[in-house]
């Protein structure tokens, strides 16, 4: 039986997220107004893996992203992104990094900028608690005092069902074929589900913050 596909040919057909830089318009590695465009693949290599973590951080950045800028490309720099709980637990540690990755929001060690701070993402990434249950996410852009949050409900995904038992062997090295073929089909089935529904995903307005 054949190996699962690279995820660039698992999906080839999923919207990019458009997001303007524009300290990459000033040195030209953008023309003026052309965006990055970021897919999954690029936040699985950015990862190093495919799983429901990046996924679900993929979709927060997309949905959340599309609510903040309903008729305009997002833009680097002006997106602040607060992250529901501690950076050192996997959802959140590993999700606040992918999202960094896609909007450059960064903590204290970020881009401070071009000169008078053009461009800074120095102090747009933080962690600590928003109300509410499941892995919470808040983006605003704290210029014009809009703010969303993004909640994703990782309770609600399907589980690996009996290929759960294969992971120690496939970790080990020592699964047969169809042992690791039936663990991976089962693994992205659930990435796969995360990509594309929004039924695990909610998003409403925020009080701004500041």
Known sequence: MA???????RYPDADPIRIRDPVA???GVRESGEPFEIGYPDVVRAAGHSCPTAAGAYRIAELGLAALYPDDLPVRGEVAVRVG????ETAYGVTGRLLSFVTGAAGEDGFGGLPGGFGKRRGLLEYGPIDGTGVRVRLSRPEVRDAVVVTYDVGALPGLGDAKRHLPAVVEGTATPDEALAFREAWHRRVDAVLSSDEFFTVEASDAPG
């Open 3 to 9: 190996e699962p596909t690279r995820p660039d040919a």
């Open 25 to 27: 318009e000033v040195l």
């Open 85 to 88: 709980g501690p950076r050192d």
